[in-house]
C-alpha cells in the first residue's frame, strides 16, 4: 500500500512516499501469540504514532487493550472483531473502529487479507 506522509519544509509541504510499506512480522503482543500478523510503523509526533497492521487470511491477533486511544480503519480485508464478553462483530472494508483505553477486543476468524491503519493517541 502506498503510503505519503507530508513535512512543512521551508514552509513548503513536501511529500514522502512509501511505494511498499517495510512489514515486520509480529510474532506476539504482550505476550500473547499473534497469527500471521505484521507491522509497520509510520510515523511518531509527540503524542502519537501511526501504524499499518496486516493481518493474513487466517490469523489472529490476540485479545489485547491499550492505554491510549486507538483509531484503527479498516483499510481492506474482511473478518470478525472479537470483544472481552464473547460479542462478535463482522467487519468488512472500508471500517472504522475507535477504542477508547482500557477497551479489550481481537481480530479473529480472517476471511480476507486485512490492513489496518492505526493511529494510537496517548493521553495526558
Avoid at 491510549?68 to 464478553?85: T, W
Wanted: glycine share 8%; hydrophobic share 40%; proline share 6%.
Amino acid at each position: 500500500m502506498r503510503t505519503t506522509i507530508f513535512s512543512l519544509r521551508d514552509g513548503k509541504a513536501v511529500p514522502e512516499v512509501s511505494e511498499k510499506p517495510s512489514w515486520q512480522p509480529l510474532g506476539d503482543y504482550d505476550g500473547k501469540p499473534l497469527q500471521r500478523v505484521h507491522m509497520t510503523s509510520l510515523k511518531e509526533v509527540t503524542h502519537a504514532e501511526m501504524q499499518l497492521v496486516s493481518i493474513a487470511a487466517g490469523g489472529h491477533f490476540a485479545m489485547h487493550a491499550s492505554p491510549d486511544v486507538a483509531f484503527c480503519q479498516i483499510v481492506r480485508g474482511r473478518g470478525r472483531l472479537g470483544l472481552e464478553d464473547g460479542t462478535e462483530l463482522p467487519y468488512e472494508a472500508p471500517e472504522l473502529y475507535i477504542f477508547l483505553p482500557g477497551t479489550l477486543h481481537d481480530w479473529h476468524a480472517i476471511e480476507e487479507d486485512t490492513v489496518l491503519s492505526v493511529c494510537l493517541v496517548q493521553q495526558d
